[in-house]
């Protein structure tokens, strides 16, 4: 008997119906659940406020008809963003939060590539240990272990006693409320999406390049800058997005650990949305920091594709 | 010339080291005085003398896991000697780091920057040294002519097929201009025909810069064709160092004289080792045979080897003229038609296999010598050699 050979008639245009299923789910997926919330939040920051049930107005009457539709474009404003621009409370939340993120981001990367390269360069058998050990943590509630480090920070906490009992300080210092209590719960929560994107990038590097810049004359720390450094980029990128961008717009951390004297953009959508009631400037001040992250995920993208045409 | 204190280097070295080399009157480059290397309970390298002159072309060739590559890496400084000396130009630069040695290294892998261009790849050991920015443009594009590259100076390395590659890390490791250029399978990479023209690249390359390159290999083609002398490896240690013509003529020991070529080796004992016309030697699967040339040191009675390359073997249909000497017959095994040559393979009456080969003289498709046929193998006196080890 022959066997029975089908044609192979996809071509990277044309799609079979399964190929077309398979890549319709996730866009659909993001449709649903991402692009569709969001066109909700964009409309309700360019409503009102109001003492109503749900809290802002317009609401789309679809009864209403055409006449519906004119009136509702009608009502939608503007004056949340104006409200946002002229008020500079949001300037500097935005700002701390900037701050905030872009030096935790820093703190990060200099914890986490070390361990990272410690990680790639131990023995192969060691390895998925250690890189259990790094995911450890996620087996445990994020906000259990954001309150154990208040336990840990407090005044009679673990530090303080340890500090006391080495004689390293005089009095307990207080580690709480401050912005040195938030960078800690941050690079402690964050290390993992570090190390983990550096140490796939390091852990494909090939030894024998290291070795090459040696022959070549370079020594240990100019083989270092001018060859594992810039091979780890793709890492050091994805890492720093990684964190840098939910770091902006945590709320948890700067909560529990910061106090009141920091205030996160996070923290003032929260205060808008469950203090004042706000919805509409609270949607705004989301919409406006969704912008702002934007512009480096935009840029990490448009790396990636000039990556892969590279490699390609 | 050869200044080798090697008392401390062992016996083994010493004999490895002990067949006549050629005096090129050329003075040593590298010298390495009973070294060894040891990883965790592997010996990879074991005590090792040798010498290699400047503006030579040396092979170290062996089986993967004789320690060849690691003795390079020794040379270059990726591992230090566990015992031994290293000595450059008569210094010994065992505590010299990899990045100050004047020695350059192609990788098997080629080992090339991607990040960087074919110009940056080349020019990164120039830049290390710190040479003005006109110097190493100049060098840059000199090396990129020598290799053929002129128009590729702005390419990544993933924008070149693979023997282009191969060309880039031969400049760079070129460009430097190192007293020692060593080569880790240089051609391991590239395809039959690429590697036969390559290796005349190569050759040429070398004489025309008058370098001294030492490459590791475990093509014996290659080796054989490519070096002025080389080093057989095995298990660690330098089992012989010659000449090619020396290697393949005069193999020291039969793992040499089979690890080299094809080989038939017969077992027999010396009958008279001072006769005038050659040792004569009595085996059981061969007769009588005579052995004419230099001769080893034996004397009635030992034991010994006859190694007889396939192609210095004559076969023949007719009964040859003389059949009581250096002469056997036997019935046609098999046969490999390998195009310019064909193997023969004859079980002998005493149930010996010996190889013959034949040069294909003629076109013939149908072969006057066929499968079970029987034939006579025979050869002059001059064509064997005597093992004793």
């Given at each position: 008997?022959?066997?029975?050979?089908?044609?192979?008639?996809?071509?990277p245009?044309?799609?079979?119906?399964?190929?077309?299923?398979?890549v319709?789910?996730?866009?659909?997926?993001?449709?649903?659940?991402?692009?569709?919330?969001?066109?909700?939040?964009?409309?309700?920051?360019?409503?009102?406020?109001?003492?109503?049930?749900?809290?802002?107005?317009?609401?789309?009457?679809?009864?209403?008809?055409?006449?519906?539709?004119?009136?509702?474009?009608?009502?939608?404003?503007?004056?949340?963003?104006?409200?946002?621009?002229?008020?500079?409370?949001?300037?500097?939340?935005?700002?701390?939060?900037?701050?905030?993120?872009?030096?935790?981001?820093?703190?990060?990367?200099?914890?986490?590539?070390?361990?990272?390269?410690?990680?790639?360069?131990?023995?192969?058998?060691?390895?998925?240990?250690?890189?259990?050990?790094?995911?450890?943590?996620?087996?445990?509630?994020?906000?259990?272990?954001?309150?154990?480090?208040?336990?840990?920070?407090?005044?009679?906490?673990?530090?303080?006693?340890?500090?006391?009992?080495?004689?390293?300080?005089?009095?307990?210092?207080?580690?709480?409320?401050?912005?040195?209590?938030?960078?800690?719960?941050?690079?402690?929560?964050?290390?993992?999406?570090?190390?983990?994107p550096?140490?796939?990038t390091?852990?494909?590097?090939?030894?024998?390049?290291?070795?090459?810049?040696?022959?070549?004359?370079?020594?240990?720390?100019?083989?270092?800058?001018?060859?594992?450094?810039?091979?780890?980029m793709p890492g050091?990128i994805a890492?720093?997005l990684?964190?840098?961008?939910?770091?902006?717009?945590?709320?948890?951390?700067?909560?529990?650990?910061?106090?009141?004297?920091?205030?996160?953009?996070?923290?003032?959508?929260?205060?808008?949305?469950?203090?004042?009631?706000?919805?509409?400037?609270?949607?705004?001040?989301?919409?406006?920091?969704?912008?702002?992250?934007l512009a480096p995920i935009l840029v990490y993208q448009r790396m990636q594709t000039r990556d892969l045409a590279g490699s390609a | 010339?050869?200044?080798?204190?090697?008392?401390?280097?062992?016996?083994?070295?010493?004999?490895?080291?002990?067949?006549?080399?050629?005096?090129?009157?050329?003075?040593?480059?590298?010298?390495?005085?009973?070294?060894?290397?040891?990883?965790?309970?592997?010996?990879?390298?074991?005590?090792?003398?040798?010498?290699?002159?400047?503006?030579?072309?040396?092979?170290?060739?062996?089986?993967?896991?004789?320690?060849?590559?690691?003795?390079?890496?020794?040379?270059?400084?990726?591992?230090?000697?566990?015992?031994?000396?290293?000595?450059?130009?008569?210094?010994?630069?065992?505590?010299?780091?990899?990045?100050?040695?004047?020695?350059?290294?192609?990788?098997?892998?080629?080992?090339?920057?991607?990040h960087?261009?074919?110009?940056?790849?080349?020019?990164?050991?120039?830049?290390?040294?710190?040479?003005?920015?006109?110097?190493?443009?100049?060098?840059?594009?000199?090396?990129?002519?020598?290799?053929?590259?002129?128009?590729?100076?702005?390419?990544k390395?993933h924008q070149?097929?693979?023997?282009?590659?191969?060309?880039?890390?031969?400049?760079?490791?070129?460009?430097?201009?190192?007293?020692?250029?060593?080569?880790?399978?240089?051609?391991?990479?590239?395809?039959?025909?690429?590697?036969?023209?390559?290796?005349?690249?190569?050759?040429?390359?070398?004489?025309?810069?008058?370098?001294?390159?030492?490459?590791?290999?475990?093509?014996?083609?290659?080796?054989?064709?490519?070096?002025?002398?080389?080093?057989?490896?095995?298990?660690?240690?330098?089992?012989?160092?010659?000449?090619?013509?020396?290697?393949?003529?005069?193999?020291?020991?039969?793992?040499?004289?089979?690890?080299?070529?094809?080989?038939?080796?017969?077992?027999?004992?010396?009958?008279?080792?001072?006769?005038?016309?050659?040792?004569?030697?009595?085996?059981?699967?061969?007769?009588?045979?005579?052995?004419?040339?230099?001769?080893?040191?034996?004397?009635?009675?030992?034991?010994?080897?006859?190694?007889?390359?396939?192609?210095?073997?004559?076969?023949?249909?007719?009964?040859?003229?003389?059949?009581?000497?250096?002469?056997?017959?036997?019935?046609?095994?098999?046969?490999?038609?390998?195009?310019?040559?064909?193997?023969?393979?004859?079980?002998?009456?005493?149930?010996?296999?010996?190889?013959?080969?034949?040069?294909?003289?003629?076109?013939?498709?149908?072969?006057?010598?066929?499968?079970?046929?029987?034939?006579?193998?025979?050869?002059?006196?001059?064509?064997?050699?005597?093992?004793?080890?």
């Amino acid at each position: 008997m022959k066997p029975h050979v089908r044609p192979a008639k996809t071509t990277p245009r044309q799609l079979s119906w399964g190929a077309r299923i398979v890549v319709l789910v996730p866009y659909l997926w993001l449709v649903l659940f991402f692009l569709l919330p969001f066109a909700i939040v964009l409309k309700i920051s360019f409503s009102q406020t109001a003492i109503a049930q749900p809290p802002y107005t317009p609401v789309f009457d679809p009864a209403a008809g055409w006449e519906g539709i004119k009136t509702f474009f009608g009502a939608l404003s503007s004056d949340n963003y104006a409200l946002i621009a002229s008020d500079p409370l949001y300037f500097f939340s935005y700002l701390k939060s900037m701050e905030i993120a872009a030096v935790s981001t820093v703190l990060l990367m200099l914890i986490g590539f070390p361990m990272a390269y410690g990680m790639a360069r131990a023995p192969s058998r060691w390895q998925p240990v250690l890189f259990m050990l790094v995911m450890l943590p996620f087996w445990t509630s994020f906000l259990i272990r954001v309150y154990a480090w208040i336990n840990i920070l407090q005044h009679d906490g673990l530090l303080n006693q340890l500090l006391l009992a080495l004689r390293l300080v005089e009095a307990p210092p207080a580690w709480l409320a401050s912005d040195t209590a938030v960078y800690i719960g941050m690079v402690y929560s964050y290390l993992p999406f570090m190390v983990l994107p550096l140490y796939a990038t390091l852990e494909k590097m090939d030894e024998t390049l290291i070795e090459a810049a040696a022959d070549l004359g370079a020594p240990r720390w100019k083989a270092f800058w001018l060859v594992t450094l810039p091979l780890s980029m793709p890492g050091i990128i994805a890492g720093a997005l990684l964190c840098f961008i939910p770091i902006v717009g945590e709320f948890v951390i700067p909560d529990l650990l910061g106090g009141s004297r920091s205030i996160m953009i996070g923290q003032t959508v929260w205060t808008e949305f469950f203090l004042n009631k706000d919805w509409p400037v609270a949607c705004a001040v989301a919409v406006v920091l969704l912008c702002v992250l934007l512009a480096p995920i935009l840029v990490y993208q448009r790396m990636q594709t000039r990556d892969l045409a590279g490699s390609a | 010339m050869d200044n080798r204190t090697a008392a401390s280097a062992g016996e083994r070295a010493a004999q490895a080291n002990g067949t006549p080399e050629q005096a090129t009157g050329t003075p040593a480059l590298v010298q390495l005085e009973g070294v060894s290397k040891r990883f965790a309970n592997i010996v990879a390298v074991d005590r090792v003398s040798l010498t290699i002159r400047e503006g030579e072309f040396f092979a170290l060739l062996g089986p993967s896991g004789c320690g060849k590559t690691t003795l390079l890496r020794l040379l270059a400084g990726f591992e230090t000697p566990d015992s031994g000396r290293i000595l450059l130009d008569g210094k010994d630069i065992a505590a010299v780091p990899a990045y100050r040695r004047p020695v350059n290294m192609m990788f098997q892998s080629y080992a090339l920057f991607p990040h960087l261009s074919v110009e940056s790849n080349v020019a990164f050991g120039l830049r290390q040294d710190r040479r003005p920015k006109s110097e190493i443009a100049r060098r840059v594009a000199q090396m990129l002519a020598l290799v053929q590259l002129e128009g590729h100076a702005k390419r990544k390395p993933h924008q070149l097929s693979g023997g282009q590659r191969q060309r880039v890390a031969l400049a760079r490791a070129l460009a430097k201009h190192p007293r020692v250029l060593l080569l880790d399978e240089p051609l391991a990479a590239l395809d039959k025909k690429l590697r036969g023209e390559t290796q005349f690249e190569l050759m040429n390359l070398q004489d025309k810069l008058r370098l001294t390159f030492v490459v590791v290999t475990h093509d014996q083609q290659e080796a054989m064709t490519m070096a002025d002398r080389m080093g057989v490896m095995k298990e660690g240690g330098l089992a012989q160092v010659g000449t090619p013509a020396q290697i393949y003529e005069q193999p020291n020991s039969r793992w040499v004289a089979d690890f080299i070529g094809e080989i038939n080796l017969i077992e027999g004992h010396v009958v008279d080792a001072t006769a005038s016309n050659g040792l004569a030697i009595t085996s059981i699967a061969a007769g009588r045979l005579r052995v004419l040339g230099e001769r080893n040191a034996v004397s009635s009675g030992d034991r010994v080897w006859v190694a007889l390359r396939p192609e210095k073997v004559r076969i023949s249909r007719e009964r040859p003229p003389v059949t009581d000497e250096n002469c056997a017959a036997g019935q046609v095994y098999g046969i490999g038609y390998l195009g310019d040559l064909s193997i023969y393979k004859v079980r002998l009456d005493s149930g010996l296999l010996m190889k013959a080969a034949l040069a294909n003289m003629t076109r013939l498709i149908e072969r006057p010598i066929g499968w079970d046929d029987r034939v006579w193998l025979h050869w002059p006196a001059d064509a064997a050699l005597v093992l004793t080890d």
